[in-house]
């Protein structure tokens, strides 16, 4: 009796999560990986579903309620007298179109008035933090996935701390995911010395089932509204400090000064305002921008479940359906949606030179291995792949050596679906012609994956592949 009572139960709750997959899916593929996993693992892989699968932009009622507010906040902080002008100072088509869709999504124009500064690795992005901090007068407000304890947080707390005693504001926004190993001790002594930091979705009891998925994954620091940086860079040591298994971790970063710093700083507000209620875009004190003297154009690009269309996937596929010439990414976790894929393939067998330079080894296995399966279909249209020995972090691409963009996102589902996500775009031939060497430097070092070697490789590899590429939706 009591087996066909749970029988009866995972037909009523597979029902439920297939008529959710089937008229509420996005694609097809992931779909169809939901449905196997609803039915293959009663209860538990609905709740996984629920959890990790649910299409919260097309089920309005099970639309998260931070969600619904970051909407409302958006709408009524949203100038429409802002106009995208500095578009025609643009001179390919290309760019324009980019910075149109980036303009039409999220209503963050492209600026002119920029010197920008390519931070190469994470030692540089410090020194370059720690230089800004001291020369603050107002405000520093910091943001990031990941604050973990060790040199470089206490390099910077102690800045802060000069810098309170010195009556300069400062104010940090940690992922309570991502951040979940930070010390509260930390974060007491912190609010002690007068700093403001707060969790960005804590899990607390009543929401922990609908906000668990959903990450707060930028990277973000604005000092004085003058300077700002981001990129993939967290506050962690595992950029100064040679791990055994990755070594030291390698990443990009970007240092902003000028107008698109507004930009980066309306993002913080906007997610200050849900960590505490507290609303600082009714001051010009934050709001007011600050024009450099150089003329390098950037645009920045904000994306989350606060946004009706998946923003960085779109500006991810504009910059490879717009290319002519050249694409070239560096990134960790390379796991392609299907239009992403379908969109190199068509991109190299249109004899426009696709490379990928990816880490051989990452801090997940699961996420490598799911990596690896697509390699065989991009090899075979004509991608060239490198796999570099040093762990990559840089969440990087630019295209026929004109337009860059550098930022938090990953390829993958997690990062065009779920994660709040920022990247900067960069209108510059000069800058990305900077980024082409070093990614030409470190592809020089790298290993490239043959079609047929790689066709060769263990039925052991390609079983687990296929197995991590099958939970692919939840990575």
Not at 172 to 201: Q, T
Not at 237 to 265: C, K, M, P, R, T
Not at 295 to 307: E, F, H, L, R
Not at 334 to 359: C, D, G, H, Q, R
Request: hydrophobic share 40%; with cysteine.
């Amino acid at each position: 009796m009591t087996y066909y009572i749970i029988a009866i139960l995972h037909v009523i709750i597979f029902s439920w999560s297939f008529y959710n997959i089937l008229y509420f899916g996005v694609k097809p593929s992931k779909s169809l990986s939901w449905v196997l996993i609803t039915f293959l693992f009663p209860f538990i892989g609905a709740f996984i579903f629920l959890l990790f699968g649910i299409n919260r932009r097309k089920i309005k009622f099970l639309e998260l309620k931070e969600t619904k507010k970051r909407k409302n906040y958006l709408k009524s902080k949203t100038d429409n007298n802002i106009k995208n002008i500095a578009v025609n100072e643009l001179t390919s088509n290309k760019a324009k179109k980019i910075a149109n869709l980036i303009y039409n999504n999220t209503n963050i124009p492209l600026t002119t008035n920029n010197n920008v500064v390519v931070l190469k690795n994470g030692q540089k992005t410090f020194d370059a933090i720690y230089k800004a901090i001291k020369e603050a007068k107002k405000f520093i407000h910091l943001q990031y996935y990941i604050i973990e304890e060790g040199q470089i947080l206490s390099n910077i707390i102690e800045l802060l701390k000069e810098k309170r005693a010195q009556n300069v504001e400062v104010r940090i926004l940690y992922d309570a995911v991502g951040s979940f190993a930070l010390n509260k001790k930390i974060i007491k002594d912190l609010e002690n010395d007068g700093i403001e930091i707060y969790p960005e979705m804590p899990l607390k009891y009543g929401n922990f089932i609908f906000t668990l998925n959903y990450r707060n994954h930028r990277k973000i620091c604005v000092i004085d509204n003058k300077i700002g940086f981001t990129g993939g860079v967290n506050i962690t040591d595992e950029y100064i400090i040679n791990d055994d298994f990755l070594g030291i971790w390698q990443d990009a970063h970007v240092q902003i000064e000028g107008e698109a710093v507004l930009s980066l700083h309306k993002s913080f507000i906007k997610d200050f305002y849900f960590a505490t209620k507290q609303d600082l875009a009714i001051s010009k004190k934050y709001t007011t921008p600050y024009k450099a003297i150089n003329n390098t154009k950037v645009q920045i690009v904000s994306s989350g479940p606060d946004y009706d269309q998946s923003v960085v996937m779109q500006q991810y596929l504009s910059f490879i359906n717009l290319a002519e010439k050249s694409i070239c990414v560096v990134n960790p976790y390379f796991i392609p949606t299907f239009s992403i894929l379908e969109a190199f393939k068509i991109a190299a067998l249109s004899n426009i030179k696709v490379t990928l330079l990816l880490p051989k080894k990452g801090d997940s296995k699961i996420a490598t291995y799911s990596m690896y399966s697509y390699f065989e279909i991009l090899l075979k249209a004509g991608v060239e792949i490198y796999l570099r020995d040093d762990f990559a972090h840089s969440k990087v691409i630019f295209i026929d050596d004109e337009i860059a963009s550098i930022g938090s996102t990953n390829f993958d589902c997690r990062s065009f679906e779920h994660n709040y996500e920022l990247n900067a775009i960069i209108y510059d031939k000069e800058i990305t012609s900077e980024i082409r060497q070093e990614f030409d430097d470190r592809k020089n070092k790298a290993q490239k994956i043959e079609l047929q070697q790689f066709l060769n490789r263990s039925k052991k590899q390609k079983t687990l592949e296929r197995i991590c590429r099958f939970f692919s939706p939840l990575l």
